[in-house]
C-alpha cells in the first residue's frame, strides 16, 4: 500500500492549489480517502473525505465551500482542489487510507493506517 501526495507549493492568499494524492497496492474502488493537515504546532485535523461506498464526500467546516475532493479511479487518484486559500490553510496535507474496505465519511475522521508523506502547503504574500 502506497500513497503519494504531490502539488504543494507557495500560493498567495486568495489564491489555488490542486493536490494530488496516487495510491498504489490496493483496489482504489473499495476505498475512502481523506485528506488531513497539520498546521505547526497544532494538532492533525480531517479536511476532506471521499467514499465510494454513496460516492458521498465530506469536509470539516473549515474549508467547506472552499475545497473540493474529487477521485479518478481509473488514474488511480485522489485530487483535492484548494480555493480562496488563506494564511490558515498553511500546513503538511496527507491523504490516507482506512483500514477496511468500503467505510463511509461520518466526520470522525479515524481508523485511517495508511499515510502517505505529505506535502507541504504555504499560504503567504
Known amino acids: 500500500v502506497q500513497l503519494v501526495e504531490s502539488g504543494g507549493g507557495l500560493v498567495q492568499p486568495g489564491g489555488s492549489l490542486r493536490l494530488s494524492c496516487a495510491v498504489s497496492?490496493?483496489?482504489?474502488?473499495?476505498?475512502?480517502i481523506s485528506w488531513f493537515r497539520q498546521a505547526p504546532g497544532k494538532e492533525r485535523e480531517g479536511v476532506a473525505c471521499?467514499?465510494?461506498?454513496?460516492?458521498?464526500?465530506d469536509y470539516a467546516d473549515s474549508v467547506r465551500g472552499r475545497f473540493t475532493i474529487s477521485r479518478d479511479n481509473a488514474k488511480n487518484t485522489v485530487y483535492l482542489q484548494m480555493n480562496s486559500l488563506t494564511s490558515e490553510d498553511t500546513a503538511v496535507y496527507y491523504c490516507?487510507?482506512?483500514?477496511?474496505?468500503?467505510?463511509?465519511?461520518?466526520?470522525?475522521?479515524?481508523?485511517?493506517?495508511?499515510w502517505g508523506q505529505g506535502t507541504q502547503v504555504t499560504v503567504s504574500s
Open positions: 490516507a487510507r482506512p483500514t477496511f474496505t468500503l467505510e463511509l465519511c461520518d466526520g470522525k475522521w479515524s481508523g485511517y493506517d495508511y
Open positions: 497496492g490496493f483496489n482504489l474502488d473499495y476505498y475512502t
Open positions: 471521499t467514499t465510494s461506498v454513496d460516492d458521498s464526500t
